[in-house]
């Protein structure tokens, strides 16, 4: 039996609003780290926090897509999942720490130490144990609590990264920090979550049924964090501490762009997964109408600005990135388009179709980043990283059609292309005139475009911008 979930609108602008905070802690964290520790220090930081990510999913192994279900599905069933899915995050987090430390160690170089590299998987590892409890909330469509939980781990980061800056500002110290918060955000995930964990003598569930529950989600995430993590292990046996820590800080403001388009992508997962199997989703096409018009938008401003926003941001050292920082812009928006349909496709039970166009992405990604990063360096990883996001918006946009029917209509598909394309046409053209100049050009006409085609209408951004205002204010009288 289903329950009523709040409006998608509200609960993705509480979401967002919490991640905007985060992204200010999340800056800080990078700035202190890229001027402390210069390009051949972040490198090599990054490296090692890279390498970890790598499998990043991997302790997970789709438990919380399971959990989210089966909460969603029914708040007061699920005790027995969640209590077999804690030991499974166990024992999978031990397992993958001990497998991090081992490809560290048979990888022929090694631009970070063990050591390093060890600390990096603890605090991946520590991190993952807040999963489930995410999951509840999730499920139960509360992302104003799971706000609250990333705030207040994000804070702990930040004044943990300002500490160890202060007292040593080595490698070592800033990874413990890290370390220590992911331990700390445990605990605090548990006494926000606790009012909304069913009873766990309820429902039975063994440790191998959920794990073959969980391994279809848990493979295409496994995929997906090695997709989107080869290109910096790749730099670092294939080029320079220094290009890795370059590449790094190019996408230290990527990260922020994309972690903002998977929180309002996910928050259509619980919707997706209550709604009719066989009509429309208007959920997904509404999502998918905004992220045509934000997404290039993002891409353009970003991609305009990147020589002066890597220079504020890190200082001028940094600045060599710029030609990454704008590929890579584009390859976030790609990313944006296409989330939405990843989601989808697991929300409907099509999770295997999604985690082969994975790894078929991962494969053609390490092909091309073999062959690139020893002509182009970091610029040649960027190019690949965009090659592949557009193959997967391809595909993910491809299987939609195929197996869900959830179509946006082809007008504002062509409308967005063409506004896009004509925005960067201009960028490209002005830029000898500067940066700020040929940007804020492009950007114009990339909005009187889609004014003119009638994609982005004055009616529809007073719509959206009153639903955010009605959401801010209903949920501060709350």
């Known amino acids: 039996m289903t329950h009523r979930l709040q ?10 609003f919490g991640r905007v905070l985060g992204v200010a802690f999340g800056l800080t964290n990078s700035v202190v780290l890229a001027r402390v520790l210069g ?16 499998f990043g999913l991997l302790p997970n192994l789709g438990l919380s897509t399971v959990i989210t279900r089966a909460v969603a599905r029914d708040p007061n069933g699920g005790g027995g999942i969640i209590r077999a899915a804690a030991r499974a995050q166990a024992l999978l987090g031990l397992a993958v720490f001990a497998l991090i430390l081992l490809v560290a160690a048979v990888l022929p170089f090694q631009p970070a130490s063990l050591w390093q590299v060890g600390l990096a998987a603890a605090q991946l590892v520590l991190g993952s144990f807040t999963w489930p409890y995410l999951a ?24 943990g990264v300002l500490i160890a800056a202060r007292f040593g500002g080595t490698i070592v110290s800033f990874l ?62 294939l080029s320079s501490s220094a290009m890795v820590g370059l590449y790094s800080a190019a996408y230290k403001p990527i990260n922020m762009v994309l972690n903002f388009g998977a929180s309002a992508a996910g928050t259509l997962f619980p919707y997706l997964v209550q709604e009719s199997q066989g009509h429309p989703s208007g959920s997904f096409e509404r999502v998918m109408r905004v992220f045509l018009v934000v997404a290039p938008a993002v891409a353009l401003f970003m991609g305009g600005i990147s020589d002066t926003l890597l220079r504020l941001l890190f200082g001028t050292e940094f600045a060599a990135g710029a030609t990454m920082l704008t590929i890579l812009s584009w390859s976030a928006a790609a990313n944006w388009l296409y989330a939405p349909c990843g989601i989808a496709l697991q929300a409907r039970g099509k999770e295997h179709v999604w985690m082969r166009a994975l790894a078929g992405a991962c494969l053609l990604n390490v092909l091309l980043n073999l062959w690139a990063i020893p002509r182009w360096g970091g610029v040649g990883a960027a190019a690949s990283t965009l090659i592949c996001e557009v193959g997967l918006l391809m595909a993910g946009a491809f299987m939609m059609v195929r197996h869900l029917g959830l179509v946006i209509p082809r007008a ?6 063409s506004a896009a394309t004509l925005g960067l046409a201009v960028w490209v053209g002005l830029k000898p005139w500067g940066d700020l100049v040929a940007t804020a050009a492009a950007g114009l006409v990339y909005v009187c ?30």
């Open 7 to 16: 409006s998608l609108t509200r609960v993705t602008t509480v979401l967002l």
């Open 39 to 54: 390009t051949e220090g972040l490198g090599q930081y990054a490296y090692a926090m890279g390498l970890a990510a790598m």
């Open 136 to 159: 509840v909330l999730a499920g139960h469509a509360r992302y104003d609590r799971v706000a609250v939980i990333e705030l207040v781990a994000g804070m702990m980061g930040t004044i």
């Open 176 to 237: 413990w920090a890290h370390v220590v918060s992911a331990g700390a955000s445990i605990a605090i995930a548990k006494i926000v979550v606790d009012p909304f964990l069913p009873d766990a003598r309820e429902g039975r569930c063994t440790l191998p049924s959920i794990i073959r529950e969980a391994v279809p989600f848990g493979a295409a995430a496994a995929v997906q964090s090695l997709y989107t993590r080869v290109d910096i292990m790749l730099l670092g046996q």
């Open 412 to 417: 504002i598909v062509l409308a967005s292309c």
């Open 449 to 478: 475009v889609l004014w003119l085609l009638r994609v982005a209408t004055t009616a529809d951004i007073a719509k959206l911008v009153g639903r955010f205002r009605e959401t801010v204010q209903g949920h501060a009288r709350a």
